[in-house]
């Protein structure tokens, strides 16, 4: 496991995600509140648009595209169109920065097309 540090948490603010790239894939953070952070590949299983264009409600990101919600510790679709899950990657808050490990994949979900 390597932890790698993405982002300053003051460049993220609370309700907002941002695209990082790690492991030559793209990567969604996303900010739920002061202290939590999710990390989910940025690729909608859909039709591959990016995930950190969308909205934050709860634990969840919505597609922009078409509206297709992700659960950011399942990486499980909770609405339509999409069906299939996003990979969901280990996230951490440390020293006031985000911290991802790429490799260290929290689900098994195939990595999607991008
Ligand atoms: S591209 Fe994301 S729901 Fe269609």
Redo the contacts with the bound molecule.
């Keep these: 496991m390597v932890f790698e540090r993405v982002l300053d948490l003051e460049d993220l603010p609370v309700g907002q995600a941002r695209v990082v790239e790690l492991g030559g894939e793209p990567i969604c953070v996303a900010r739920l509140d002061e202290q939590t952070v999710k990390a989910v590949h940025d690729t909608?299983?859909?039709?591959?648009?990016s995930?950190s264009d969308g909205w934050i409600d709860d634990n969840t990101i919505e597609?922009?595209?078409?509206?297709?919600a992700f659960d950011l510790d399942t990486g499980d679709p909770e609405s339509l169109?999409?069906v299939k899950p996003i990979p969901v990657y280990a996230c951490e808050l440390r020293d006031g920065a985000v911290w991802v490990d790429q490799a260290d994949q929290r689900n098994d979900a195939p990595v999607p097309r991008h």
């Design positions: 909608c299983s859909h039709q591959q648009y995930l597609c922009a595209k078409h509206g297709s169109p999409a």
